[in-house]
Structure formats: structure tokens, C-alpha cells
């Protein structure tokens, strides 16, 4: 029987020049591992909508929002480096990246203080408490959250998918935990987040070490890093903007309604995203350019259009009451904005493929393009909009920007006329 299935993917692998069964191996893998961490997820918004007061679930995502533009002293360019050095046969890199990033790291220990230090004597206290304790952490929770890297490079995606789905079972349970317990008090609920996740990626980057086969280094590895790096400064920032000017201009609670709004539609955002992680390998190693992609996809291209279009309408008609589910009646107010995402989600699919081919090809004009360029516009425009409209004008800002991110990602690689990197 299994033959029998496994004749017949060869067949139309053949008949569209693809190599499905590499593609649907390892496709298995990594939406299992999503689909984990998607409940888990899931379980962590459901728990924090239901027990926290909104003031306390806004107030945490603000410390994410913080923690997430300090965590770029950890370079984190080097995570897409590594797989395309380790794709290319070369693992002598990987150690070197995770002490040069533990090292950056440790810059995250004075700005956290800072801003825990100006948030505690001029603003919220509770807050300055929680980024001073947190400033104890980044080496451990930033430095060694590169295994993944090492693992997907050499197509390791059953891995990737076991130890991420460990990963997000214990975090979630961790913090299903704590909110069951103390839902009214931050200080714990922050501990908690970022004890787990450090021990975890600690462990797990032990656990990576014996997959390295051996100590060549990709002499462009380092340089790639740090340019990589400076694409993510502008983007992270842009990334956590939008949280950071709804906390300071209006506070905790539209915070949360804000949050809540985009927890479906960034997650299956995240579903689709890592339908092409397992091309990025295969991208980096084969003589493939961008049309011959879009040739051999071409055939597929109908299928997907009708069951985006089914996707859409099921989304647009039974959303709200899946709002009212999951998170109750208390963020019934967040369902218009949750309906208005749907742009958002439609625009990311054309454009996360190209930039995944942009990245593995390491297309420098199109990674300038759709990181440098394309997130100080998304910065400027959700600053903008933001403080004009609040929830309403990041919420518009989200769909312009991941339409702007498609398109110029497209005009980036026609700029380069899909010519082999030189």
C-alpha cells in the first residue's frame, strides 16, 4: 500500500520536475511541530484571556514587545546564516555563532536595567520590577536559541519537530500553570516565561552539539550574520512598535483587546509560513532560480487560489464566533479588528516564498529591499498610523505593510532579474 502511495508522489513528482516526496517528509514534520506549538499557543492566550484582568495580559505583552527590541544584540542574522552555511556542508560556524551572540548578549543586561530602572522610579513600577529581573537573562534565553538552525540546515526536520514540540509543551504548561495560580500578579508570570524558555533553549543547544559532522567554516558566514542582522534592526523595531505606542498612548487594556485581535490571524500567519522551510535547504544547495520555481509550481497554482478563496470566506463569516470561544465575551470588542486582518494574512502568502528564496540564494539587493527599505517604511507607517487611530490604524497598518512587504519583495527580485548571485 505504502509503495503503492509512494509510486504514485514519484509519479507527479516526475510529471512537475518536484521532489514531493522530500517536500511532503518533511512537510509532515514541520506542521506537526506547528501544529504544538499553535495549541499551546493557543492554550497560553486562551488561559491569559479567561483568569488575567486585561491590565495584566496588556502589561505582558508590553514586556514582550521590550524584551523582543533588546534581544537584537543578540544578532540574531545568525539564525538564517547558520542554515546556509550548514546546508552548504560547512558546520565549523555554528559554535563560533552562539559565543559570539552570547557575547553581544550580555549588552541586553544594562538596557533592560535602564529601562526597568526609568519604568519603576518615572512610570508603572510593576513593570520596572519585571524588565530588572529579566535583565538577568539574555545570554541564556537569546545566545543558545540557534539549534534550530543547525537542524534545519541538514533537513533535520523530524528533530526540529520533536525538540519544538518538547519545547512548546513545557513552556505552555509552565505558564498555563502560573496563570492558574497567580493570574493577578505580572512578577511571576514574567519569572516563569523566561526561566522555562531559557533552560529550554540551553538544553536543547546541548542536544544539538553531536549533529555537527565536522569543523569546516563558510568564510562568509560571520559577514552574512552581521548583515542579516541589520536587516532585523529596522524590522524588529517595526515588529514591536505598534505594541509599544498602544501601551505608552493608551494603556494596558486596549493593549490586550489589540493583542487578542491579532492572535488568529498571526496564527495561521504562522501555519502558512513554514509551508516553505523545506525548500530553504534545497534552495540554498540546488541550481534553481526564481522562475524556475514559479514554472514548476505553476500547475498548483489554481488549487491553491480556490482553497484561499474558500479560506477567506470561512474566516470572514465565522470569526467572531470563534473571538467569543475561545477568549469570552470580555474581548467581543476586538472581533472588527480581528475580521479586518484577513488582507493581512491573503498578502503574506506570495510574499513569504520569495523572500525565502531571496534569503537562501542570499539576494543582497532583494534582502535590502524587503528588510532595510521595506521596515523603516513599515516603521514610519505604523508610527503614524498608530498615533492617529490607535488599535484601528495599526490594525490598517498590518494589511498595507504585508501587501507593501509582497510587492517589494517581487520588484526586488525582478531588479536583480533573477540572475545567479554573484
Known sequence: MFELIRAKIDEYGKKYQLDLVYIIKNEFWVYFRLAISLLCGFAISITFARMAPKEIFGQYNFILAILAMVSLV???????AII????????????????????????GIPALLGAGAYYYYYDIQIIGICLMIASIFPPFIWAPNIWESLLIGKRRFDLTARYGSIHSIASAASMVGVLLLSADHLVPIVVVYLTINSLLSCIFYWRSLRYIENNQKDSECRGYGYFLTTANIISTLADNIDK???????????????????????????????????????????????????????????????VTFIGAVLYWFFIDDAVLFFFSTKYADSIPYVKMLLLMILASIPGTLWGTFAIAKRRRKTIFLRSHVFSLMRLLIVSGFVYKWGIMGAVWAL????????????????????????
Not at 288 to 303: G, S
Not at 400 to 422: I, Y
Open 74 to 80: 543578540s544578532l540574531p542574522g545568525f539564525v538564517n
Open 84 to 107: 546556509r552555511s550548514v546546508a552548504r556542508g560547512r558546520d565549523g560556524n555554528y559554535r563560533e555563532a552562539v559565543k559570539i551572540r552570547f557575547l553581544w548578549s550580555l549588552l
Open 244 to 306: 509599544i505606542l498602544l501601551g505608552i498612548l493608551m494603556g494596558a487594556a486596549p493593549l490586550a483587546v489589540y493583542s487578542i485581535a491579532k492572535t488568529i490571524p498571526d496564527g495561521i500567519r504562522t501555519v502558512l509560513k513554514p509551508v516553505w522551510s523545506p525548500f530553504m535547504p534545497k534552495f540554498t544547495q540546488d541550481e534553481i532560480e526564481m522562475r524556475e520555481v514559479h514554472a514548476k509550481t505553476k500547475a498548483f497554482i489554481l488549487p491553491l487560489i480556490i
Open 399 to 422: 494589511n498595507l505593510n504585508m501587501v507593501l512587504h509582497a510587492l517589494l519583495t517581487w520588484a526586488g527580485l525582478r531588479w536583480e532579474k533573477l540572475s545567479p548571485q554573484r
